[in-house]
């Protein structure tokens, strides 16, 4: 059985309070008619580590570019390939999370595929730009033996697939930590109506970021994880997908309320800590070779936005519980054990 598989949600544990949008189907990213995701983790010889792997469209996404924006929360991270994405507004490969050390080789991972896709690239046409996340596992990984390979890389994107979402100490969640619990990879959705019409916003994250006593539950209690406190130094990666159209200065603003959802969880974005939020739609995506020199895209009246800035706070708190939620108690490389958020919920239920 996969870790976490038997671990239950924020929402079935009764974290997440009534009067909150509604989730899809699956309460994941992969809601969003398309989306896939996979991981690669690896066990072993002091690894504890991984790939997660997220692809917007199952097409090619160097040739129909799906539109994006970056927010940087706080930049104390070395995550490849925002630069352009800030520049552009949209993605042409898929988006993987890995650890610190772990991002050279999923460049290349990436890069090699889309040029298998794509002979034409770096000779015929443009330079394709990689988009790699990453926060530091190291407290649980040693992170200085580069396990992180290009063909860990391609076996998560190989294990991308719609549906369920696992979550927890998964991937690139394995050895990640959150608020002095251990932590991983968590997702949550939302459904908008807007108009006659329904749309969805889901968002992965990876969770390692938050001060020891610093968590804050929805419902106001503050989980003792029973380690001495530390200063802020972890970081977090949110990866929102969404199919409403949206212009590329209305996904920053959605991709902004990303800070909202880690606020709710007690978060300050310490001087170390590394969030940064990235936001995609589906919706009217961008040719690499454009039949015409003019384009016509729909988007959203910005009189409407106020749903998709709730969803997007509502499932960035809701993946970060998520990702806490099926994480089990861990042992770093120190000794210490960073212990599971479900055993302190079993020893302090709601009065």
Not at 191 to 211: E, H, Y
Request: charged letters at 20%.
């Amino acid at each position: 059985m996969p870790e976490g598989a038997d671990m239950k949600t924020a929402r079935e544990l009764g974290l997440i309070p009534e009067g909150r949008l509604e989730p899809g189907p699956g309460n994941a990213i992969t809601d969003v008619a398309g989306v896939a995701v996979g991981h690669r983790s690896l066990r072993g010889e002091g690894l504890f580590t991984g790939v997660t792997a997220i692809v917007p469209h199952p097409g090619d996404l160097f040739r129909v570019k799906p539109r994006a924006a970056v927010e940087v929360v706080n930049g104390f991270g070395k995550s490849a390939g925002l630069m352009q994405v800030a520049e552009l507004g949209t993605i042409e490969t898929p988006i993987l999370l890995t650890n610190t050390f772990g991002v050279a080789a999923c460049t290349e991972a990436l890069i090699r595929r889309a040029i298998a896709a794509n002979p034409a690239i770096g000779r015929k046409t443009s330079t394709v730009n990689a988009l790699v996340f990453e926060c530091n596992d190291g407290s649980i990984n040693d992170i200085q033996a580069l396990g992180v390979t290009p063909a860990d890389a391609e076996a998560a994107l190989d294990a991308a697939h719609p549906g369920p979402v696992e979550q927890g100490a998964v991937g690139a969640g394995s050895g990640m930590t959150a608020f002095g619990f251990k932590a991983g990879i968590g997702t949550a959705s939302r459904l908008m109506r807007i108009g006659k019409r329904d749309f969805t916003l889901g968002t992965l994250v990876l969770a390692n970021f938050g001060a020891a006593g610093d968590l804050v539950l929805p419902d106001g209690r503050r989980p003792d994880p029973r380690v001495p406190a530390s200063p802020e130094r972890g970081s977090v990666i949110v990866v929102m997908a969404t199919d409403l159209p949206l212009g590329d200065r209305q996904l920053q603003r959605v991709a902004r309320r990303g800070g909202a959802g880690l606020a709710r969880l007690g978060a300050f974005w310490g001087h170390g800590s590394g969030d940064v939020v990235l936001c995609f739609t589906t919706a009217d995506p961008v040719e690499h070779d454009p039949p015409a020199p003019v384009a016509t895209q729909q988007r959203l009246s910005d009189s409407y936005i106020d749903i998709a800035f709730r969803a997007a706070a509502e499932t960035t708190q809701e993946a970060v519980l998520n990702g806490l939620c099926a994480a089990p108690a861990t042992p770093a490389r120190s000794g210490r054990i960073y212990p599971a958020l479900t055993d302190w919920l079993k020893e302090s239920p709601i009065p």
